[in-house]
């Protein structure tokens, strides 16, 4: 029987955003309408993340994570602000400004260290924390919000 695993969920959204990253910056300079085709994809890739983890997985985690955990939280909030600043910022932008191969590259690099952060330091604590049982339920609850807010 099928049971989705929320580690693994995420985990499969971090790597397929590492390689949209990958393909942006494997794009020649000249491939503007390319390099905005994947910026929409990076962008819309991240705004259904971060939505799913804001509104179940850290939700989740604020009930459970004590101390130092419960500040990685709070990091990982700040750090989707971040991201979603940076991607509204690029959204004005067209391939063709310099700012635009830029900001590509700064989000790329806030996002690299929140994965590093999260499948380090913060996916660790949520399997030892949370039973089998929840850890199927948030599966769940992540996979449906995906299946739903995807476009």
Do not use: W
């Not at 830029?102 to 499948?119: M, P, R, W």
């Not at 399997?127 to 919000?145: I, N």
């Amino acid at each position: 029987m099928y049971m989705p695993n929320p580690i693994t969920f995420i985990k499969d959204d971090h790597r397929n955003v590492e390689s949209l990253f990958e393909e942006y910056e494997s794009c020649a300079q000249e491939e503007l309408e390319e390099k905005q085709d994947i910026a929409i994809q990076i962008g819309n890739a991240l705004t259904v993340h971060a939505g799913m983890e804001e509104e179940i997985l850290y939700p989740k985690l604020r009930e459970v994570f004590e101390g130092d955990d419960a500040k990685l939280i709070e990091e990982a909030y700040a750090e989707h602000t971040v991201a979603k600043q940076l991607l509204e910022e690029i959204k004005l932008l067209v391939p063709e400004d310099p700012q635009f191969d830029t900001k590509i590259t700064v989000l790329k690099e806030n996002v690299l260290h929140h994965v590093k952060e999260e499948e380090e330091k913060i996916l660790p604590r949520l399997e030892d924390l949370v039973s089998e049982e929840d850890m199927t339920v948030l599966g769940e609850e992540l996979e449906a919000y995906k299946i739903e807010n995807e476009e």
